[in-house]
């Protein structure tokens, strides 16, 4: 069992930074590959980008590419967004999400933990 906690969101001014982290218990932190999802209201919950267990692999939907980095601590359970250049179209609940899968890491479906999301709001 994993348990994510996320925080770090809030509300930015477009072009602006947030960066984001999620927190996990466990001591098997690094078998899993960690990804990053949001959610807009009336929307799809879509897939940002993710990490593979070592770090060493890391994958960005294209609408966030060159803007978004992800990354992780092993040795602090946490995962991290960095959020740059923000636009107003970022605005969404960000959820963190762990697998043991290491392959499609962009469909939710493989997913199976969950945080509980955190709320970030960009300003025009």
């Known amino acids: 069992q994993v348990q994510l906690v996320e925080s770090g969101g809030g509300l930015v001014q477009a072009g602006g930074s947030l960066r984001l982290s999620c927190a996990a218990s466990?001591?098997?932190?690094?078998?899993?590959?960690m990804g990053w999802f949001r959610q807009a209201p009336g929307k799809e919950r879509d897939f940002v980008s993710a990490?593979?267990?070592?770090?060493?692999?890391?994958y960005y939907a294209d609408s966030v590419k060159g803007r978004f980095t992800i990354s992780r601590d092993n040795a602090k359970n946490t995962v991290y967004l960095q959020m740059n250049s923000l636009k107003p179209e970022d605005t969404a609940v960000y959820y963190c999400?762990?697998?043991?899968?290491?392959?499609?890491?962009?469909?939710?479906?493989?997913?199976?933990?969950w945080g509980q999301g955190t709320q970030v709001t960009v300003s025009s």
């Open positions: 990490i593979s267990g070592s770090g060493g692999s890391t």
């Open positions: 999400a762990a697998t043991l899968k290491t392959y499609f890491l962009g469909s939710r479906s493989l997913y199976a933990y």
């Open positions: 466990g001591r098997t932190f690094s078998s899993y590959s």
